[in-house]
């Protein structure tokens, strides 16, 4: 059994800044790309950041420049640094990770989601 709880959302001012954490735990013998993705109300889930084991990046267009993806493999840990943020980054987030459960499985797992909203 994986977990992965997602923290650090929140209200905040367009241009204001918030990070988000994702603590993964359970059986894990290893966690390949982690990433965030975001759902807005009507919207498809989308894509904003990714990171692989070896600390490979890759964003969405919309998000560069102003998202910085990290992750501690030691804790089992992905952050999401947003800063600049704008009304069109309110969404749910939701943590992903690739986690290596046995010697030969690998399977995808989600957290529940947290809210971000950016409003004056």
């Known amino acids: 059994q994986v977990q992965l709880v997602e923290s650090g959302g929140g209200l905040v001012q367009p241009g204001g800044s918030l990070r988000l954490s994702c603590a993964a735990s359970?059986?894990?013998?290893?966690?390949?790309?982690m990433g965030w993705y975001r759902q807005a109300p009507g919207k498809q889930r989308e894509l904003v950041a990714t990171?692989?084991?070896?600390?490979?990046?890759n964003y969405a267009d919309s998000v560069k420049g102003r998202f910085t993806i990290s992750r501690d493999n030691a804790k089992k840990t992905v952050n999401l640094e947003m800063n600049s943020l704008k009304p069109e980054d309110t969404a749910v987030y939701y943590c992903?990770?690739?986690?290596?459960?046995?010697?030969?499985?690998?399977?995808?797992?989600w957290g529940q989601g947290i809210q971000v909203t950016v409003s004056s």
């Open positions: 992903k990770a690739a986690v290596m459960a046995t010697l030969t499985v690998v399977n995808d797992y």
């Open positions: 990171i692989t084991l070896s600390g490979s990046t």
């Open positions: 359970g059986s894990i013998l290893s966690i390949y790309t």
